[in-house]
């Protein structure tokens, strides 16, 4: 909960923590801003101190999620300008508020309680439910925590939580306020509308040229072109290496005795069942068995069809229960078993048709196995081969020495701009490997590039070969394109301006029919309009318009498509009575209470943070970011 709390975005504590490290920037290598930390403190907040570690295990946690995101690792400079420290640093003091708050109310939790707790994490219980030592000590190592800090951290958070609870538990939204908020999302409307379309506009002819100018020179920026790039790479793939002609026969042969039950399909057959509530239904159909009654005769005096009864083509591996299994391959096809006593219940089964086993000839399966086997003969010699080529790069061996040595073709790609487009905006042909086109921009000509992912099993190396920067394009360039836009914004403006003509004539007394008659068009109505949900030609900008003034009142919006223009008269309005006792407004009040509860919740961690008091070692901030007095990430940062 604290977590959602302390975002940290437009609180004191982030500008403050802004300020702080813009300043600790300025003196890196001078002595700490804030005097009286210890080496392991960055910030302090009443008795209540939030460690360095905390903050670097946090800050990294938070970086590499977004990171992940984003499908590449980012630097500190991205992640300070994203704010994914002040947002770390904001709930660590968030939490050191609450704690300090929970420590002057002598609040505490027996360790027999806090066992329980931690006893009670669905984290660490094993395949039995229950909890499982080992599956906590897997937890932890796997998360870099010792257990007496794990110990110590729950306690904290427990402390807290009985902080919260008293403050908050049981908390829920005024009955005022719930049912002003049901009225105002349950209220609907009743509209009349004439929609105007590009059609009542006409025709928009090509702009003069020196009307076109003065237009492009106002747009420039939108008809830019972006930076594009050239790159050269080299792929280690599996599909690259493989050499099927070096699998022999008997390889392959082998390959299939080994897996013979990869290509053999077991018998099977096609089985229905009946099942039996009592021992008397079942000894009944048997007796209708015997007295000559068939299968098909005891599902018409079930009212069952084939659907309700059959259990589809199964194997005998594939029947759970064993005497039915063992019942169902006992029969002949067509013919029908007595009651078998099943494991839930007394069945009859009846076998419809029996499917021969049946296994693929070597000589229809040899070329899929030759090119597994080449494959697979492939894949061990790649992880060989990767640190051969990471170890030449590193000697500084340029790509096209990488290929000539190891045998590999050195590929390049046309120009392609950060969205992955050509220069004519068609998807450009790029390898499959995770992060290339934002590591071909974050990079540059001469620099030596970190392997890339492809798949599994594959690698790419790759050069930046050619940098077109981004310009201003000339107007022959685009001229269709600025002429296309040129006509947009003319029609949207004619279609604005007529609008806002039928709205003065609309609200100096004429009738919408009148209007509606004048332009050619018909009157158009809609009923139960809620705020929520779009209708017709009546979009969102025309929603907000509905309910902004009181029924009888007149506006114009978009149309849905936004080619458009509506004009409308709000003709009635309509709120249901409120009953808290429906579902809607049950969990209506569960989502206002919660609202409420965080709300109060963020008002006492902010009030404890003023009252406590709290200080930054920016200086210790800044060393976990890895960060220099300019911004930029300083040797040995790890980053």
Known sequence: MLDSLRKGAGTWIAKLFIALLIFSFAIWGVTDFLQGYGQ????????????????????????????????????????????????????????????NAAQELKVGISDDRLGAIIQSDPAFQGASGRYDRSRLQQVLNANDYREDEYVILRRQEAERSQVIEGLIGGMSAPQAYLAA??????????????????????????????????????????????????IKYV????????????????DARSEYDRRISDFAEPERRRVRQLSFNSDEDAQAASEALAGGKTF?????????????????????????????????????????????????????????????????????????????LALEQAEREILDLLDEIEDARAGGALLDEIGE?????????????????????????????????????????????????????GYLWYDVTSVTPERDRDLDEVRDQVIAAWKSDQ?????????????????????????????GVTVQTAEGVT??????????????????????????????????????????????????????????????????????????????????????????????MGLNPDGTAHSGSGM
Not at 201 to 221: M, N
Not at 336 to 356: A, M
Not at 423 to 446: H, K, R, V, Y
């Open 296 to 372: 098909a005769d005891l599902m018409a005096d079930r009212n069952l069809t084939n659907n309700d009864v059959t259990l589809g083509v199964m194997s005998r591996a594939d029947f759970l229960d064993d005497a039915i299994g063992d019942a169902a391959f006992g029969l002949s096809a067509d013919e029908t078993s007595d009651v078998v006593d099943g494991r839930f219940s007394n069945v009859i089964v009846n076998v419809e048709e029996i499917i021969p086993a049946n296994t693929t000839p070597f000589a229809d399966v040899r070329d899929e196995i030759v090119e597994e």
């Open 40 to 99: 392991n403190t960055v910030a302090k907040v009443g008795e209540k101190e939030v460690s360095l570690l905390e903050f670097d295990r946090m800050y990294r946690q938070d970086l590499n999620r977004l990171g992940q995101q984003f499908g590449r690792p980012l630097t500190p400079q991205e992640g300070a300008s994203l704010g994914i420290p002040q947002q770390a640093l904001a709930r660590l003091i968030g939490q050191a508020a609450m704690s």
């Open 491 to 519: 029609l949207n403006e004619r279609l604005s301006q007529k609008a806002a003509d039928l709205l003065a004539k609309a609200e100096s007394g004429t009738s919408l029919g009148d209007l509606a008659a004048a332009e």
């Open 181 to 230: 908020f049901d009225a105002f999302q349950n209220e609907t409307r009743s509209v009349e509308y004439v929609a105007i379309a590009a059609e009542q506009i006409g025709d928009i002819e090509d702009p003069a040229e020196d009307a076109l100018v003065i237009y492009y020179d106002g747009k420039k920026a939108d008809f830019r072109a972006p930076e594009y790039r050239e």
């Open 531 to 624: 705020r929520s949900v779009p209708t017709g030609d009546l979009g969102r900008d025309a929603l907000t318009a509905i309910f902004e003034g009181p029924a009888g009142s007149v506006a114009t919006a978009e149309t849905a498509d936004g080619n458009g223009r509506v004009v409308l008269k709000v003709t009635g309005s309509e709120i249901p009575e409120f009953n808290p006792e429906t579902s809607e407004v049950t969990a209506l009040e569960g989502q206002l209470s919660q609202q409420v509860q965080n709300s109060l919740l963020d008002l006492f961690v902010a009030e404890q943070e003023t009252r406590a008091g709290v200080d930054i070692n920016s200086a210790a901030v800044a060393q976990v």
């Open 235 to 250: 792929e280690l793939v599996p599909s690259a290496l493989a050499r099927p002609e070096d699998i022999t026969d008997a």
């Open 405 to 457: 040595r190891f045998s590999l073709a050195v590929k390049s790609t046309g120009s392609f701009d950060r969205e992955g487009k050509t220069t004519i905006e068609t998807d450009a042909i790029l390898p499959d490997a995770e992060g290339l086109i934002a590591g071909a921009f974050d990079s540059d000509i001469g620099i030596e590039n970190d392997v890339l992912q492809i798949g599994n099993r």
